[in-house]
């Protein structure tokens, strides 16, 4: 088999607000291999926004050993961990995060912004617009993100994460913000990105969402306690479509 | 770098008015380096003017330096330069090209029935050469004129104007000095004003002789005036002059000089002392005002940091460095400060020929000025920019992300 995208073995999280030690994390060993669509679940509290922060390199595990696509993350620095974020890991979050004001266009350029060694801007642009266009957002590229309703606002965000073509996709809460057929429309996304190989990492408490990926682990009070595949899994494609009748039916009555 | 450029201006553009008075404070401290340094070096060039028009390597020698009972009268109080005085120097001190000495009175001038009231100077023939003074009509006096106290004058360009209209060559006209008549024989040239700011052609030239024998019965000069053969021979001529009067004068080497060798050099010191302690003052008040303009800066940066937490966590997110958000905003606070260098040096370009209108002041904005506030104005961005930039730098990704 090949290197797992995310190996995590005794993975451990400990943060101290003032005198009292918070063991958010306690002993997580996981493995996530190229390909996989797995759903982190569990209430809130449970550590999985923590997990979420540690496999984006955002934050660093207290003990246990971190493995990203094979590098050790314990031992990176800051700037280390930002170019880790830059080249391997594809955010998408919650409120959406772009930056306001911005065209759809220009959001997505950002991660390449930060990019070593720099690309020839015309080439940025050349990459964030097939980015957009995967996404279904060619022909909103100028618009900026005020201008852009909530599920465009997220395409937009997916077609960031995928624009330095990382190893994994991190989502947290993708659909928090959503209404269900939107919700629907940008798992349809991420299903299609899977389909084409593409490894997905995502945060959620709704089950319905959970559902579309491949594998669920639920977390809580800081330990794994299940990890299986997805029964009964949905297709995007098939719910939307459900959907559709519905609406029909409804109308015609 | 093009890219944070573009992020930097936009971000300014995005709150014009918070930026624009942000920046007034450096605004204001530059133009007040502009004009203030343009008011040193344009009185200065104006001094520098003057003291030319008295003529090239010239040295003075002035009479006085009296002191009496612990009083000192100051240089030219007391005349004490002696005829023989001026001939030792004239014949004894090396690479000199003129000399002349002078003795002044004023009095009632006539000519017809205009009349009015003039410096007379006694000078020798080689006043003018001395002064690089020219006639522009008739001719200078003669040393013949001198030794023979003859009653001839050159007019001065005002005078002429004064006494015999705009434009009339006065040269044959007799003038009556303390109704004593003298020969116009040289109409002078116009020279402009003086170092103190006096009309430099408003006075009538004698033979120092005239003066003395015919006009005020003065027997000693209260000045002498020596032109060096070269700007390099000027100390040679001051250390010559000092130790002959000093011999003539008998002073012993523990007592003072009773006179004083002054060169334009030390004239124009002398004038420019005040333009520097003022140019000083100036670029005190400037330098807090620039001061104030960056703290101005720096104040609002950290309030740009604090608004923009969530835009830093998305960019730390996606991969940027702490030194990318570092320079992003070291930038915009660099961009702000030269901005306001810009408008400033722009303001004091406006500002300092009017000040030269109404105020009549002076100015002369020079280039090293303008180089020195644009730097000075760039350093100010950087120093206190960059305590913000730091800030935003070492912004925790996951706290800036969740920073509502």
């Known amino acids: 088999m090949s290197t797992p995208v995310i190996q995590l073995e005794d993975f451990r999280k400990t943060y101290i607000s003032g005198e009292v030690q918070v063991h958010a994390v306690r002993g997580v060993t996981l493995a996530i291999h190229p390909g996989e669509f797995v759903a982190i679940m569990g209430a809130s509290g449970s550590g999985k926004s923590t997990m979420m922060n540690t496999l984006g390199c955002l934050d660093r595990p207290t003990s246990g050993r971190f493995l990203l696509d094979g590098v050790n993350v314990i031992d990176l620095n800051r700037d280390e961990l930002a170019d880790l974020r830059n080249h391997k890991i594809g955010f998408v979050f919650q409120g959406f995060n772009l930056l306001s004001r911005t065209t759809a266009v220009e959001n997505v350029e950002l991660p390449m912004l930060y990019t070593r060694p720099a690309l020839p801007h015309r080439e940025q642009r050349e990459r964030a617009m097939k980015a957009l266009e995967m996404v279904g957002l060619g022909d909103r590229a100028d618009h900026t993100s005020s201008q852009l309703s909530g599920g465009q606002q997220q395409r937009v965000a997916i077609a960031r994460a995928l624009v330095n073509e990382p190893k994994l996709l991190l989502a947290d809460e993708p659909t928090g913000n959503l209404d269900s057929r939107t919700s629907i429309e940008i798992m349809g996304i991420f299903q299609r990105l899977n389909d084409q190989g593409m490894t997905i990492a995502m945060v959620t408490h709704e089950l319905d969402i959970a559902r579309y990926c491949r594998r669920v682990v639920v977390m809580r009070d800081g330990l794994v306690r299940s990890d299986e595949p997805t029964r009964d899994r949905l297709l995007a494609s098939e719910e939307l479509a459900h959907l559709d009748a519905e609406q029909k039916a409804v109308q015609l009555a | ?404």
């Open chain 2, 1 to 404: 770098m093009i890219a944070v450029l573009k992020i930097a201006l936009r971000a300014l553009r995005r709150n014009i008015l918070r930026s624009f008075l942000t920046m007034l404070g450096i605004i204001v401290g530059i133009s007040a380096v502009i004009v203030g340094v343009s008011m040193g070096t344009g009185a200065k060039a104006e001094v520098d003017k003057r003291i030319a028009s008295m003529g090239q390597n010239l040295l003075t020698v002035l009479s006085g330096n009296m002191s009496r009972g612990g009083v000192r009268g100051g240089f030219g109080t007391s005349p004490n330069l002696n005829p023989s005085d001026y001939e030792a120097i004239r014949k004894e001190v090396a690479g000199i090209t003129a000399a002349s000495p002078e003795v002044r009175t004023s009095g009632q001038i006539a000519a017809g029935n205009q009349n009015t009231s003039v410096q007379v100077s006694g000078v020798s023939a080689e006043y003018l050469a001395a002064r690089s003074w020219n006639v522009q009509s008739g001719d200078n006096f003669t040393e013949t004129d001198v030794r023979n106290a003859n009653k001839v004058c050159l007019l001065g360009a005002t005078t002429a104007k004064t006494l015999f209209g705009e434009n009339i060559d006065p040269v044959g006209q007799v003038i009556r000095i303390k109704s004593a008549p003298f020969t116009v024989v040289g109409w002078l040239e116009a020279k402009g004003s003086g170092s103190f700011g006096q009309d430099q052609d408003d006075v009538i030239l004698v033979p120092y002789t005239s003066v003395m024998k015919r006009l005020s019965g003065d027997t000693r000069f209260r000045s002498i005036f020596v032109q060096a053969e070269s700007p390099e021979a000027i100390p040679d001529v001051q250390q010559q002059i000092t130790e002959l009067l000093r011999q003539r004068h008998q002073i012993t080497a523990d007592k003072d000089d009773d006179f004083m060798v002054r060169t334009q050099q030390e004239t124009s010191d002398f004038f420019n002392a005040n333009n520097r302690i003022m140019t000083i003052l100036i670029g005190f008040f400037a330098g807090i005002s620039l001061v104030v303009g960056g703290i101005g800066i720096m104040n609002i940066m950290l309030v740009s940091v604090t608004e923009r937490t969530r835009e830093i966590g998305i960019r730390l997110a996606v991969g940027a460095r702490g030194r990318d958000v570092l320079r992003q905003f070291l930038t915009e606070a660099v961009l702000l400060s030269i901005t306001g260098g810009a408008l400033g040096i722009a303001t004091g370009y406006w500002l300092a020929p009017l000040l030269t209108k109404f105020a009549g002041f002076p100015t002369l904005i020079s280039q090293t000025s303008v180089l020195l506030a644009f730097t000075v104005s760039a350093i100010i961005g950087i120093v206190f920019g960059f305590f913000p930039a730091l800030k935003a730098a070492r912004l925790d990704p996951i706290d800036a992300l969740r920073y509502e």
